[in-house]
């Protein structure tokens, strides 16, 4: 019997690409990419083909969704608002928040899953060790979820899947180098694209993670959060 | 005190006219229209600035959803499937279905509402006199309105709304002439873009609608399906 097919998110980050280490070992995969205008949008391409290459996924889609940049609001697609500098400790959503941005991307991930009758979705969200962002919450994926039964074709049976969602990102890490994944490939830096600038929120996050597995990250960077 | 703010999504179709007729008497609003690469798109974004200008409304979006023709799946954005002739009887998902279309819509709605902190998100949709499209039911907008609850910041309060969604055609024919909706500027075909074609499920719902309602429908037809 042939293997199953699943639709990846590959934002071309750690977690996206962990996430896609694990799926690897049980279905057939089809990469998903979606520019939204983003800073780093270029240098995250470029991460999303290496991951892509290194799993020999053939199947890749990018899509273009240019009018988050258009409406602004957010640190990532507006260039006058500044990045900025991680707190871990802060409990308010950070001005990187792109409004609604996980479910304009995963409905794109359903459309195409849906043309190609792929039963399962993957995306790397991460609950726990987050920026707090409101649609990286397992609640959030329910709702989608239940969006997805009542919105498509009778027959059609797709499922988001959150592998990540109740891990931290030291485990992250961890499960990482278990499934050897190439996370020498990965980007994850809002703002930079040659060295990371270590200390934006996705930065210091991603160095807190390392760090707390005892294992170096080994990508370039500017400068150390830690 | 000045008047709220309301996003209305404006096809060009008649059910958006009406629902911007409706909600003209109670909000301001901002128009907003989606090319998906439909067919009959510079026909219905002209529909849509006709009707922007009779409401006076200036603050208009036009964004751009290129994906969908990518994918394909549907006789509106691939040439490839021919439009059926209308069959009002059948109970099946027609061949114009959109994978999951309107959530890419809603959300774009979502996430400029959210920028533009308007409360309501206008949508004409209809279910009971409809193609069958799930994503037209009351229960799907209830499970968007549950989505954008738990995947928006806390302090966003937006709801989608759906005046049209018990009505018939018949019903939403008369509400128009009823608020002198310029129902001769609209434009509903899925096929042609000069005189409507009369026989798509698109033209053969609203013709019945205008039947049923003993009103003559002021667009120019090539052919009717009764």
């Known amino acids: 019997m042939s293997k199953k097919l699943s639709v990846v998110l ?7 690409c ?9 279905s057939e995969m089809a990469f998903l990419h979606v520019n939204y205008g983003q800073r780093t949008e270029a240098r995250e391409l470029e991460a999303f083909h290496a991951i892509a290459d290194h799993y ?9 969704l240019n009018f988050l940049k258009l409406i602004g609001g957010s640190s990532l697609t507006d ?6 500098r991680a707190d871990l400790h802060n409990k308010e959503i950070p001005s990187s928040y792109v409004p609604f941005r996980n479910t304009h991307i995963l409905s794109m991930a359903v459309s195409w899953a849906e043309v190609l009758r792929a039963g399962e979705i993957f995306i790397g969200a ?9 649609d990286c919450r397992a609640a959030y994926f329910q709702a989608f979820n239940n969006l997805i039964e ?33 996370l020498d490939l990965t980007w994850s830096c809002y703002k930079e694209d040659s060295s990371a600038c270590g200390v934006c929120d996705s930065c210091a ?5 390392f760090r707390e597995a005892g294992v170096k990250d080994p990508i370039p960077y500017k400068e150390s959060f830690f």
């Open 205 to 209: 996050l991603r160095l807190k993670g």
């Open 10 to 16: 590959v934002s071309g980050g750690m977690d996206s």
């Open 79 to 84: 260039t006058n608002i500044p990045v900025a």
């Open 18 to 26: 962990v996430t896609a280490a694990m799926v690897a070992q049980e």
């Open 126 to 134: 991460v609950e726990e060790d987050s920026s707090g962002y409101p």
């Open 150 to 182: 009542v919105g498509t074709k009778p027959d059609t049976k797709i499922k988001i899947r959150t592998p990540l969602i109740g891990m931290k990102k030291k485990e992250i890490v961890l499960k990482g180098m278990e499934l050897r994944a190439p």
């Open 56 to 64: 020999h996924v053939a199947n890749r889609q990018i899509f273009e």
